[in-house]
Nanobody, 125 residues
Framework: QVQLVESGGGLVQAGGSLRLSCAASGGTFSRYAMGWFRQVPGKEREFVARISTGGRLLYADSVKGRFTISRDNIKNTVYLQMNSLKPEDTALYYC???????????????????WGQGTQVTVSS
């Protein structure tokens, strides 16, 4: 089992940037596809970005061109660089790990058995 701990959230003004980090332990990191999701109170959890074990990238349309997901398999860490932030990006951001066995859409919560505790991102207008 892999444990995930997010960090890097905070309060920023619209147009600003943040970099989220997710440190993994307890598993073979390089064998997991990694994803970022976000959720606001009372709303459905939303897919943000995914990076496969081979480095293939997938982004939600709402963040494409502004956010970049990357991974460092030596540091066992996945990152989400968020630029040009908008108030609608405000959410609790979760890191998730997918063992990627079988066919995947990459965007469904139930494809990721392992989750971090979340880190809050608040974008002021």
């Amino acid at each position: 089992q892999v444990q995930l701990v997010e960090s890097g959230g905070g309060l920023v003004q619209a147009g600003g940037s943040l970099r989220l980090s997710c440190a993994a332990s307890g598993g073979t990191f390089s064998r997991y596809a990694m994803g970022w999701f976000r959720q606001v109170p009372g709303k459905e959890r939303e897919f943000v970005a995914r990076i496969s074990t081979g480095g293939r990238l997938l982004y939600a349309d709402s963040v494409k061109g502004r956010f970049t997901i990357s991974r460092d398999n030596i540091k066992n860490t996945v990152y989400l660089q968020m630029n040009s932030l908008k108030p609608e990006d405000t959410a609790l951001y979760y890191c998730a790990a997918d063992p990627a066995v079988g066919l995947r859409s990459g965007v469904r919560e139930n494809e990721y058995p392992y989750w971090g505790q979340g880190t809050q991102v608040t974008v002021s207008s």
